[in-house]
């Protein structure tokens, strides 16, 4: 029976979500094993330039993993040809690339599978399956959203148990009336409680937070910061960078990048090691771990403005000097 009375919940949202029509799954890394079962194939080829996350999450599930090295662009370095049945997974790093470059990778490549985790805004790529990931662009503890690409789904959603997020939201409540140092390791918590999820619905309370967003001020929010930062920071940065849509981050080059994130973290700028594991385990010569220490994915996202892009500026070219 349906309760009523009593105190209130959170109250339900009226706006629209950014990819209402896409399949709402609980995880991008489930999401792609949702994908893989999907296309039908049971080999895929990953870059070694990836988080160890996604790729444990495809052996678990009993796929065979084969892998490629990326170029300076972040494109694949890899024959034309794939082997009968056989996919690739392709990153959309930083959101570098843009809506050409990736048809013409879905028409050199044919069964791609593109990782859109850091490009939320970009439209996906007619016949490419892809997942969009969440946590990284808005305040929401998982959520993802995934693109059939023209497959039809082999997983009907009906048979999919609901996920639940209440009780992963301690971080994300406490930061917004605290302080990130003081949930740091609430969020490192939450992010480990992750690793062994299936497949999953998305909850009902991320798919009612995201009709929430503002997704057109977060946008532009996003551009106009990364816009300052490449204004202010163009000149010295080791990388050549094009404004995507919607930024997930400004990617800086400095050949010192672990210790320049050490130095700006003592100033109050925290800037991650995305792929930490290639860190730990690809060759130091290679351009996997150049790319994996020494890009900095400075922070331009709608909570900032660009006067706070001044400081992240600021702070960088301290620490560049005490680095000297």
Not at 190 to 215: C, Q
Not at 217 to 238: D, I, P, V, W
Not at 303 to 315: N, W
Request: charged share 30%; glycine share 6%; with cysteine.
């Amino acid at each position: 029976m349906k309760e009523i009375g009593g105190y209130f919940e959170l109250e339900k949202m009226t706006g629209q979500e950014y990819h209402e029509d896409m399949v709402k799954l609980n995880l991008g890394r489930t999401g792609l094993v949702y994908l893989l079962k999907t296309v039908g194939t049971k080999v895929l080829w990953v870059p070694y330039f990836l988080c160890d996350s996604v790729t444990e999450c495809c052996k678990k599930a009993g796929y065979e993993l084969k892998y490629y090295h990326i170029d300076e662009n972040f494109l694949p370095i890899m024959e034309e040809k794939l082997p009968y049945g056989e996919f690739i997974y392709i990153v959309n790093y930083y959101g570098l690339l843009d809506e050409m470059q990736m048809l013409m990778l879905r028409e050199k490549y044919t069964r791609v599978i593109i990782d859109n985790t850091h490009a939320f805004y970009q439209k996906p790529t007619p016949f490419a399956p892809a997942l969009y990931s969440l946590r990284k662009f808005f305040g929401l503890s998982d959520g993802a959203y995934i693109y059939l690409g023209g497959y039809r789904e082999k997983i009907p959603l009906d048979m999919l148990e609901v996920d639940e997020s209440r009780d992963r939201m301690k971080h994300i409540l406490g930061r917004f009336e605290g302080t990130a140092s003081e949930y740091y390791q609430d969020m490192l918590d939450n992010a480990h409680s992750l690793e062994d999820e299936m497949v999953k619905r998305m909850s009902p309370l991320t798919e009612n937070l995201l009709r929430g967003i503002n997704y057109d001020r977060a946008k532009k929010k996003r551009e106009k910061n990364y816009a300052r930062l490449q204004e202010l920071l163009g000149n010295s940065n080791g990388l050549q960078v094009k404004m995507p849509q919607g930024p997930f981050a400004y990617p800086y080059y400095h050949k010192n990048g672990l210790e320049l994130r050490k130095k700006m973290a003592e100033h109050k700028v925290y800037v991650p090691v995305y792929w930490s594991n290639v860190v730990e385990t690809m060759p130091q010569d290679s351009l996997e771990f150049d790319y994996a220490a020494n890009i900095l994915p400075l922070p331009c996202d709608q909570r900032y403005s660009p006067e706070d892009m001044d400081i992240v500026a600021e702070v960088l070219k301290l620490c560049l000097e005490e680095l000297k």
